[in-house]
């Protein structure tokens, strides 16, 4: 008895001890932190006020040259994700700030990004060979290894959303970087705006463009001129979502799918008075403001938020909208969902609501 | 030997002549007749002049009672197809006149189809509880089973292109009719245009409408002003396809893919002075002229084409475009194309010009 | 009043006469015609009798020599198809002999097509340059366009059912032929059933072999070794469809689809004493009866079948399937299926039983 | 000048300083570390050998108790990773022991799981109500969110590897862990193996059996009578790919696609005196030696490996197999390519031979 539980004893401190060098571990010990109990986000909910950051932004505008700055952004840091660069878990988003002017050189990289414009008109952005112009509420994609550079050269500062799936592509380590080395700005090898011209303005599809694959979206920029416009005729038509009110997917017009394969963007019109149901899923969403106010309830936290502010929901966090005032109060989000849908992981439930 | 030849002789009629009460045929004696050399159409090329067309439905107006005739469509005869319905082997096209007051009860049907306004604003197709007011240049779908009846409550008589996937579906007995015995118009279960306010202006996909299945599109009309501005904008981006010019797919805007499972529809500009290199294909279309006029070479075939001429072009058989005068010309099509690939059929080459 | 009338009357009978020469017709006069109340076939049930039809075919074995003959086939015509080359209105099937030491030359078409085995061990089949070896109860393929060629090196006649997407093909007029000018038997570029041994074991896929597309499925020999292990392994599991029994589609290992675009294979087992429940769907099938004896109603009829029994159940005919024995009864079939869905025509309904 | 200078400098002092309590952070400090030059892997290569894997577990097996372990695993923990619990960045692997009596209860978690077996006869997995009996060489899944049980009911311990996407689906927040409270094994609603019965034998699907969804794979076991027999038939065929020798995935039914939507599974083998090509991917893997030696050149470093040996090849780590020996060595495999692939990160080139 005595010497089996000293065999016991001593025998399994010996035996965890020297597991290491045999580079294995005892997985019994550490089952509980593999497995939690729920897909509860170390991301926490916030608001990112435009004032605040608009005012940062300008002073690193004075602080801060764009060749030092290189990419004049400031990452949207959740606090409860320990420093790292995540807006939530999975997506990334900074705001940028381009000066009249100012160029950032061509690049590409493993992530995929899409930007969404908040003021400024004028800067352009060029994505293999084609640039675009860019207007407050346009969405501009530069997927997943396509070469991009930006530039201003208009007479005012620019401001623009970034949002990447990098937090998810470094995690997998599928992430690489390449500078141009032969050229700043790429060399136009389209008109510019080919792509909104041949896709943004109605549900035809150039033929003689064969896609290659599914992905990505052939269309750069999705202007807010069209946008606006959807949401303008979509108003009368239905409530929408009980959820999200009348709420549109940015479409992929060669598949009907997310515009990239890690990241879907939406736009959606919240009715003066409206509060809607709340809910929950397993992606998370950071929002931009485009017009309006009101505020978003987030397993109990209210987020106030106005034009232009940035907040964020994380996953499998309960949450509801709120739009108290007289004018229709309309959002832009981008989320992880096809990702989690691809990996099968997309869960969603009705809740009650909070208030 | 005698008696086996004689045998064989008396034998082979016998034999012959026994097999039809059997429900059997020999092969050997059919194998030629159904397995042709190529893909060879019966049908073959030809265009109606909408000045004489016009003309013969002006006088069917005056002649047959909108009740007698219920549907007032002259149905385009390919000359080769022995009378069939048939403008081309697959597709049906028929051109519809509906007087002002005039109405078409509300009905549905196995085949799908497709239709081409050609002249007069304001009539009205309403397809399952949604009605769409139609422009000369909207395409407007009444898909495969859905109930739809039209109306004029404008003061114009009202002309449309009809081109339906009758023949293939009537060929392989996929078809049925019923006529709603409740009412005469469907009652409107939707706002008027409600597709065309949420699908047509951009690539925007309501969320909140969760598709069914992959057909058929959820947009009922896919409107001129949209179509007319996507071609004006694409045509200094690219000279488009060496067959077709700038040439584009009506898509459906969930899948990226084709309008109807059965039919597809494109619209292209040839520019002024351009002749297109010669191909063929095992898919056939029939063409609308919006607006130009040319010619296209068919086989050898001259076919002249001006404004809301329909002109039809046969499967397998060698074609180019040719646009002589100093103005863009502009054609509407609808093909088999969906079918054609989906049974694994398309093929496609290059052919020197005919001229 | 009276010049109107007659104007009319006369005017009537004047436009229609004169509608031909502008290669246009009056759709109200044919309507009816064009739009038949329900997807009615025309085709008929019936049952092939293997016992008459091996007698024919044996008689025609003496009287038609192979190269006289070339296919030595008895169609199987159905009675209520006028004569047509069909089994169904969009199947042809056909039984083929094939004596000892005869070949059918190497040649290809656009109509795809699959042979089920019903007796005689040994002959082969080459597609494509693989040489497949077949024994009764194989279910071998000859898609779309591959170069096929037959012969029998064994001691034995081999007759085996053909099944072919002709109808339909022919219909829209895909369908081309082409005779192998060099050689009579193909030079084989692969070790004889090279895709059996890849593919037909499991459910491993090779990962050197990229698919091009889709179609056709890779696996040119679906034996019989496995069909009938999966029979006789599924049997205990579950009672399977009420319809059918215990019934198992033949799968494109690349995509979990149907073995042709065109046509779907199909294997089922009827327990004794099974009676199933009736019901009717918009596609059509061949039945060829592997073993055991029984009795299908459709609309009515009573077709009895044994072994080796050929019957066909019309499209949109109702049906159940009855095994009074003591022994299960096994059917293999090949049906319309995968045209009749991607067109968008699949309708089933469940009805009551006939009896 | 020097106002500017210093204004600068402890500008941007006072500037970094109060970008943390605004919840944001200069992009412009951070960009190298979120963008490497390469996606190069933090893990390494490396093997497990089973010589010294079996004998720890059996040592475990006598120190810690089934109630105490609840999962005896011993997980693989790559050298490269910190201790994390990942044989590959996106792979966890482990190597688990149940004794003769011993369960593990029933549970269900959102990381999916294959497993392979690599010793012992006659346990059993319950997944969903259906149960397994499992030999070497099975290969068996319990999907992301399905209910699972293991017990060894014969009288010789089983061992078996484990393989997890869970460091992806734990980066991204999708996983939560559920234990069954009523049942420590769960109550079996249908007969044993009745997906291996169904499935396994042949290229047959049920039909009465309509999948929900694309995932998972319909097929619990994959039995290694299968696999082996495959194997054994397709040597002859081909030499298979220039980089793995005669390699198949594991298919989905279904689909054609991978096992899981996380995972993907393949068995290779490399005939006697084969030296395969290098190249690299961003997909990693982990491999189980089936039987046979051999080694791996990963990045320069040779893993020597032999039967039961487990060993892992990061992405993008260049690597080619190489069989010295006189037999024939298999090796099962799984991988993260799904995820790398549905993300558009998969990349693949060819490279030189390391030696």
């Known amino acids: 008895m005595t ?10 401190d010996a035996y965890y001890a020297g597991l290491g060098e045999h580079e294995v571990a005892p997985l019994w010990k550490a089952l509980r932190g593999l497995l939690p109990k729920e897909p509860k986000s170390r991301a926490v909910p916030h ?55 100012e160029i950032a050189p061509a690049h590409r990289h493993g992530a995929g990004a899409v930007r969404f414009i908040i003021e400024g008109e004028g800067a352009h952005t ?50 690489y970087f390449e500078l141009d080395e032969e050229q700043q700005e790429q060399e136009l090898a389209k008109p510019v705006d080919a792509s ?10 150039p033929v003689w463009q064969q896609p290659t694959g599914q992905f990505p979206s052939p269309l750069i920029n999705y202007p807010w001129s069209r946008t606006e416009q959807v949401l303008r005729e979509a108003v009368d038509v239905d409530a ?17 799918g997310s515009v990239l394969p890690t990241l879907g963007c939406f736009v959606q019109q919240l009715a003066a008075g409206l509060r809607t149901d709340a809910h929950r899923h397993t992606s998370s969403a950071v929002y931009q403001v485009v017009s309006g106010s009101g505020r978003t309830i987030v397993d109990g936290t209210t987020l106030e938020w106005t034009t232009n502010d940035t907040f964020v929901v994380p996953g499998w966090a309960v949450h509801e909208h709120v739009n108290d005032g007289d004018e229709p109060a309309t959002l832009f989000s981008v989320t992880d969902d096809p990702v989690i849908r691809a990996l099968g992981l997309y869960r969603e439930e009705a809740v009650e609501r909070q208030s």
């Open 196 to 205: 909104r011209r041949l896709y943004a303005h109605g549900r035809l599809n």
């Open 126 to 175: 060029t994505v293999d060979g084609e640039r675009t112009i860019m207007a407050p509420g346009d969405l501009v994609l530069t997927p997943n290894s396509s070469w991009h550079d930006h530039g201003n050269q208009s007479d005012s500062p620019v401001i623009w959303l970034d949002a990447l799936d990098l937090p998810m592509v470094n995690a997998i380590e599928g992430n």
């Open 47 to 101: 608001v990112w006020r435009y004032e605040t950051m608009r005012g940062l932004l300008m002073r690193a505008g004075e602080l801060v040259s764009a060749e030092e700055a290189e990419r004049r952004v400031l990452m949207l840091v959740n606090p409860g994700l320990d420093g790292a660069a995540a807006a939530t878990t999975n997506v990334y988003a900074g705001l940028q700030l381009v000066l009249p002017g």
């Open 3 to 12: 010497a089996h539980t000293e065999t016991g004893a001593q025998g399994i």
């Open 240 to 256: 929408g979502s009980p959820y999200d009110g009348v709420v549109f997917e940015y479409a992929n017009p060669l598949t009907g």
